[in-house]
């Protein structure tokens, strides 16, 4: 654990889909080499579903147990929830004096966002969603992280991040590493009918769904329109199945396109394959989940001895703010 510290969190919103998977995975290889802040982001919860609550405990704790059964552990990395280290909050106000309205607004996911939730009737013109991209420099900053694994959509936050703290090491005294980003591959699997995978289009696949649900969601995969007999030649690329075998069918995939082109397979048949692929992935995941969850208790055990490490480093990154600071 040389190469330095390493925080990333996710909004706590209950039951990851395998779309989240390759995240996972990426911060599950990254505790081997960094030492690594992982956290659930309940405070954001809040930015757009302050008016709904009440799911918001109990989804940190089926995201971490998730977290978990996929492999991050908690030995190796800090597992902790957000709003159980209120030094994000005290980092969060004090940025919030020195950074200016315009590099918030400028954030090209806000615009976006408010427009995209007033056309779903709500308003979320809050003093707090302006804010968010602050409270996530914050998180990284409480921890003087030196690089946060994100994906492409988050790059304009780290930005963000880095000129505050530049900004503060310039205006007080030098606090702050300026983290750099760790792009993660996104994931390029779209949902059962080909549109971007979400749990509120409801296409997604639970990475611990059981056998049966798999099977449903399998079915439910848009294949190639133009195949109405099963020996009519296909085009795996524009083909669900096909992408999903892209991943996870490594050995059969070369001899799957070429009968679908040459109409030798249909889509049942190739379906079954797809769904043994994804039982062969997934089951052993289910099987640590389980596991996870007879340890009753255990979960959240590991939050509040995460919560304990995180305050210890939240903590002193505070000290040395408010001695630059001479607060
Ligand atoms: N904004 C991120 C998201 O919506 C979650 C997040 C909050 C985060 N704070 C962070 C990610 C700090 C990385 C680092 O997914
Ligand atoms: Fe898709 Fe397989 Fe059908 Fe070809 S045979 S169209 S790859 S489901």
Known sequence: ???????SGMRPTGRLHIGHLSVLENWKSLQEEYSCFFFSADWHALTTSFEETAGIKENTVEMVTDWLAVGLDPEKSVI???SDVKEHAELHLIFSMITPLSWLER??????QVQQFRDQGKD?????F???PLLQAADILIYRANAVPVGEDQLPHLELTREVARRFNHMYSPVFPEPRALLS?????PGVDNRKMSKSYANDIGIFAEQEELKKKVNAMITDPARIRKNDPGHPEVC???KYHSLYSPDELAGIEEQCRRGEIGCVACKKIMAASLERVLSPLRERRREIVSRRGYVREVLADGAARARR???ETMKMVREAMKI
């Open 1 to 7: 654990m040389t190469k330095g510290r390493i925080l």
């Open 80 to 82: 902790f929830t957000q």
């Open 107 to 112: 954030v090209p996911t806000y615009k976006d």
């Open 124 to 128: 979320i013109m809050m003093y707090g």
């Open 130 to 132: 302006l804010g968010y």
């Open 185 to 189: 591959r996104v994931s390029l699997l």
């Open 240 to 242: 669900v199945v096909h």
């Open 313 to 315: 480093e939240a903590a």
